[in-house]
């Protein structure tokens, strides 16, 4: 039997099993408008980029990684270092097992202790919200659950599959907007404080 499934923090030596988990998303998929699977050492690049920064969190049963999430900037400038992007991926034969939801759990509750307050979500969808083999509406229903709310649709703006896809932009406000506000933390200094709280490793 199975293991209960385990967050941890993604290290770059996981690289090549999350480039596994990723690759059929681009290459099966429009829900990463993604044209050519990356490389496994560009990969690694990312993470570690992401690393520097924000959470990037796996998770793990069994000693095999199931899943992945981090957070990225949501744009460039200061005013911004507030909110961020993230994204979640889930091995193709594990989805709907609960796994996104501990990602997402995880990454949220490391982005609080961070002093991130908005979570923004980019998401492709079909158009007139109906499925098709490449791209279901699965995604914005999820994050639905997660308890963002739909700010703004882009109409037919991603293009892959010699099809037309829209994208939306979904937001979870999760921390309190002060006239004074705090710095946010490196990922780094609150690790520990996490790993205390909520039993990741």
Not at 23 to 30: D, G, L
Request: with cysteine.
């Amino acid at each position: 039997m199975e293991k209960q499934v385990t967050i941890r923090a993604a290290q770059p030596a996981d690289a090549g099993r999350l480039h596994e988990i990723y690759a059929p998303y681009v290459k099966k998929t429009a829900i990463t408008f993604e044209y050519e699977i990356p490389s496994v050492e560009e990969f690694r690049g990312r993470l570690e980029t992401v690393r520097k920064r924000y959470p990037y969190l796996a998770a793990e049963a069994d000693g095999k990684l199931l899943g992945f999430a981090y957070a990225g900037p949501f744009k460039g400038r200061a005013a911004y270092d507030w909110a961020v992007e993230t994204s979640i991926y889930v091995e193709e034969t594990r989805k709907g097992q609960g796994i996104g939801r501990k990602l997402h759990d995880a990454l949220e509750a490391a982005l609080k202790e961070q002093g991130i307050l908005n979570m923004n979500a980019c998401i492709g969808c079909p158009p007139n919200g109906e499925d098709d083999e490449y791209l279901t509406m699965d995604s914005v229903r999820f994050h639905s659950r997660m308890g963002y709310r739909m700010v703004g649709e882009f109409y037919q703006c991603g293009y892959k599959f010699n099809r037309w896809y829209n994208m939306v932009w979904m937001e979870k406000q999760i921390g309190r907007h002060e006239e004074k506000q705090a710095p946010v933390k490196p990922f780094d200094a609150v690790w520990e404080a996490l790993c205390e709280k909520y039993g990741m490793k």
